[in-house]
Structure formats: structure tokens, C-alpha cells
């Protein structure tokens, strides 16, 4: 559905414009906001320099992840190359599904992509920005924190922009679905804090996950359950960790990306086994019962990852 008439002739005349090569080229800049890129940044940040700006990116990114989705499942959008023979789809959301499979694809209102590029720098934005304002800080620190906040506010301009842009440029999109989302990754940079400092972590968290949760009984796409079980998982896993773990964040870059490292193994390693003792069920794909055991997985992958994984943080500091 092209609203207004105007974006298919712009995305044909992109494709041919730039031909094969270059789009191959350009479509690589949609792994900026993929699941890929958003968990390094916050398992990064979690794991190892600052678990509350961990929080706080990862509150964001997974809230605004499910809004997305639940967007998507009301609109029924259907993506471009579906319905325009012109329009060659260069980089699939699922590379191993069918092409024309809705619930495996999604739909293509609004731009997930978008959405979570925008919540993530624009957020990692905000975070440095409230930050540098921390007159406790030592002077020296916050010209430091400063300068990394204003990369950040650059970042959150340049990053969003170039993933929008390749998502129209590989045919998945359309340009008003990336303009939308781009806006709805902007409403929860401030929503998601306004309610946590309003309602407190707590009821903000009940609140969001309750009317999240809603999404159960209408949507009808694989990205749905896989936003809402990484949603549910992280604020469990959060709240775990603050009651039973506690572990220290630590400021040495070599201890955090030898404890990202070892999160992604965790992550793969819970992911392929559950993965596999699922598909023992036999769920028909797109039923509900898939739909479920999707939802499930992801809960505990990220709940072991974030809640449980971190345990090892503290054994490792006692040896010390």
C-alpha cells in the first residue's frame, strides 16, 4: 500500500539508480539496528561498564521493540516487494523463511529497524547527556563524559538515519514506515524514563509489561512474541540480579568485553538448546502454540543471561 502514490516510483527509482552492487553494499547498514548490534551495546553496558546505563538503554530498546511489533500486527502492512512486482527485497528479515511468509517476515508497518536504531543511540544519547550534568563529577571526568555525549547526540542523528535509509533502499520498507518509526523510537527515549520517574521502576515495569502483554491476543507474527519474551525476561532478570546477585559493574575495557564475550556464548549456547528441545513439540509454524514456545525461549534466554550468567561476576570477584 503506497500512501499518496509517490513512495514506489521513489524506491524503483533508488533500486535502479544504484544498482545491485551498491545496494548489497548499503544493505549491510541495517545490522546498526539489529538484534545483533542491540545486544552488544547493552550487553556491553550491562555486563561490564555501567549496569544502570545497561538498564536504562535496555528498558528502552526492548519497550520500544514490542511497541513496534504491536503496531505492526494492527496496521497489517504488508511490505513493499509483496505487492510490487519492481521492488526487489535485497536483505529478508528471516533469510531462511519464504519470502511471502507474513508471520515469519512481519509486517512492514512501522520500520522495526528504525525504531530500535533511534531508541538505541538516541538513548545512549540521553543517558551521557543527564550524566554530564552530574556536578559530583570531577571536572577532568566531566569534559570527558561531555565529549562522549556529544558523539552520542551525533550518533543518535547519523545511525538512524543511514539504517532508515538502507531499509528503504533494500525494499522491506517504505518511507513513511520509516519516518513512523523513527517517531516511535523517539516517544519511548522520553516515555520509558518519564514513567520510571514517575511510577517508580516497579509499576513502570508492571505497567508496561501488562499493557505489553496484550499484544498476546491479536498479533499474529514471530516478532511479537520474540520482542515481548526479551521484554519480560530483561525486567525479570533485572530485578533478579539487584536482589540475589548484585554484581559490580567494572570500568576496565578488556574485563568487559571478556565478560561480553562470554554473555554471547551464554546466549547462543541457551538459545540453540532451547531452540531444539522446542522444535521436539512439533508446533505447526504461526500456530499458537509456536507463537508460546517462542514467547517461553526468549524469556528464559534472557532472563539466564542478565539474571543468572552474571552470578559468574561474583565468583570471579571473591577469587580476587
Given at each position: 500500500m503506497d500512501l499518496g502514490g509517490w513512495e514506489v516510483p521513489l524506491m524503483i527509482g533508488l533500486q535502479n539508480l544504484l544498482g545491485e552492487q551498491v545496494i548489497s553494499i548499503l544493505s549491510h547498514l541495517s545490522v546498526f539496528g539489529e538484534e545483533v548490534m542491540l545486544t552488544l551495546v547493552i550487553g556491553f553496558l550491562y555486563w561490564g561498564y555501567d549496569k544502570e546505563y545497561g538498564k536504562y538503554i535496555g528498558e528502552t530498546i526492548l519497550s520500544a521493540n514490542v511497541w513496534n511489533a504491536m503496531f505492526k500486527n494492527v496496521v497489517n502492512r504488508r511490505r513493499p516487494y509483496f505487492d510490487h512486482e519492481a521492488i526487489k527485497a535485497y536483505r529478508l528479515v528471516e533469510p531462511k523463511a519464504d519470502p511471502y511468509d507474513i508471520a515469519a517476515q512481519g509486517y512492514s508497518f512501522p520500520s522495526g529497524h528504525s525504531t530500535n536504531s533511534l531508541a538505541c543511540y538516541g538513548s545512549l544519547a540521553r543517558y551521557a547527556d543527564g550524566m554530564k550534568k552530574n556536578t559530583a563529577l570531577p571536572e577532568k571526568e566531566r569534559a570527558r563524559v561531555s565529549l562522549v555525549a556529544r558523539i552520542l547526540f551525533a550518533l543518535a542523528f547519523i545511525m538512524p538515519f543511514l539504517v532508515g535509509l538502507s531499509?528503504?533502499?533494500?525494499?522491506?520498507?517504505?518511507?513513511?514506515?520509516?519516518?513512523?518509526?523513527?517517531?516511535?523510537?523517539?516517544?519511548?527515549?522520553?516515555?520509558?524514563?518519564?514513567?520510571?520517574?514517575?511510577?517508580?521502576?516497579?509499576?513502570?515495569?508492571?505497567?508496561?509489561?501488562?499493557?505489553?502483554?496484550?499484544?498476546?491476543?491479536?498479533?499474529?507474527?514471530?516478532?511479537?512474541?520474540?520482542?515481548?519474551?526479551?521484554?519480560?525476561?530483561?525486567?525479570?532478570?533485572?530485578?533478579?540480579?539487584?536482589?540475589?546477585?548484585?554484581?559490580?559493574?567494572?570500568?576496565?575495557?578488556?574485563?568487559?568485553?571478556?565478560?561480553?564475550?562470554?554473555?554471547?556464548?551464554?546466549?547462543?549456547?541457551?538459545?540453540?538448546?532451547?531452540?531444539?528441545?522446542?522444535?521436539?513439540?512439533g508446533f505447526a509454524?504461526?500456530?499458537?502454540?509456536?507463537?508460546?514456545?517462542?514467547?517461553?525461549?526468549?524469556?528464559?534466554?534472557?532472563?539466564?543471561?542478565?539474571?543468572?550468567?552474571?552470578?559468574?561476576?561474583?565468583?570471579a570477584e571473591r577469587k580476587k
Open positions: 531499509r528503504v533502499i533494500v525494499g522491506v520498507h517504505y518511507p513513511t514506515d520509516v519516518l513512523c518509526g523513527w517517531a516511535l523510537g523517539l516517544v519511548a527515549i522520553f516515555l520509558v524514563p518519564f514513567l520510571r520517574e514517575k511510577l517508580g521502576r516497579k509499576w513502570s515495569m508492571i505497567l508496561i509489561l501488562v499493557t505489553a502483554f496484550l499484544g498476546v491476543f491479536y498479533c499474529r507474527s514471530d516478532d511479537y512474541f520474540a520482542s515481548m519474551g526479551l521484554l519480560a525476561g530483561f525486567y525479570g532478570a533485572t530485578c533478579f540480579e539487584k536482589r540475589f546477585v548484585n554484581f559490580k559493574s567494572t570500568k576496565v575495557i578488556p574485563m568487559c568485553l571478556l565478560r561480553l564475550a562470554c554473555g554471547l556464548l551464554v546466549f547462543l549456547g541457551v538459545n540453540l538448546s532451547l531452540k531444539a528441545l522446542i522444535s521436539l513439540g509454524d504461526g500456530s499458537f502454540a509456536a507463537h508460546m514456545a517462542r514467547l517461553i525461549r526468549y524469556t528464559i534466554v534472557t532472563f539466564v543471561c542478565f539474571g543468572i550468567y552474571p552470578m559468574t561476576f561474583r565468583f
